[in-house]
C-alpha cells in the first residue's frame, strides 16, 4: 500500500490502489480509506463510472461494501446505478451494485425502476447465481408494503427452483419460509 502523494487528488489515489492488486484486502483498503468523506467518495464514483474496464470491474468490488455507513454519499449516484443494471456491462458491475442495494434504502422514486430490474434478473437463468439472489434480497426489502407483488415473487422464486443453483435454492427456501410465516 503506497502513501498518498499530497498531490494526488482522491480518484488518483484509488486508481492507484485499485491498479496495484485485485484482492479483497485491497477492496478493503480503498473502502476504509474513503470513509465517509464526500470529496473520496466522489473521487470514487468517478474512478467506477471511468472508461477503464479493468479498472471498473476492480471498483466495483469496493462499491458492494457502501451501505447505510455512506447512504447519503450514494444519493445522488443511485439513478445512474439502477441504470446500468440492464446495460451490457461485467457482472462484477451488477453484483456488486445488487449487494449495494440489499443494504441500503431507495427512494420510493427510485424503487420501481429497480423492481423491474431486480424482476427480470430473478427470470433470467442465464444470469450469474450471485446476481439473482443479491436481486431476491433486494426485491424482498422493495415488495414488503406490496402483497401482491410478494405473491409474484414467490411464484417466480418456485418456478425457478428445480433448476437454480445451490445458492439460488437455499435463498429461495427461506424467502418463501418468511413469506409463508406472513400468510
Known sequence: IS???IS??????IT???MLAHSKEQCDHVW???GDDPARFEGFMEVYFGQNPVLRQRAAGVLGR???RQASLLEKHLPALIAELDQDVHPALIRNTMRLFQSIDVPASLSMALMEK???M???PQQPVAIRAFSMTVLERLIAPYPELQRELALIVEAHMP???AAFRVRGRDYLKRMRKKA
Open 122 to 124: 430473478i427470470e433470467n
Open 3 to 5: 502513501l498518498l502523494n
Open 16 to 18: 492507484e490502489q485499485l
Open 66 to 68: 457502501f451501505g447505510r
Open 32 to 34: 476504509q480509506w474513503v
Open 163 to 165: 433448476e437454480a443453483s
Open 8 to 13: 494526488m487528488s482522491p480518484s488518483e489515489y
Open 118 to 120: 431486480g424482476f427480470a
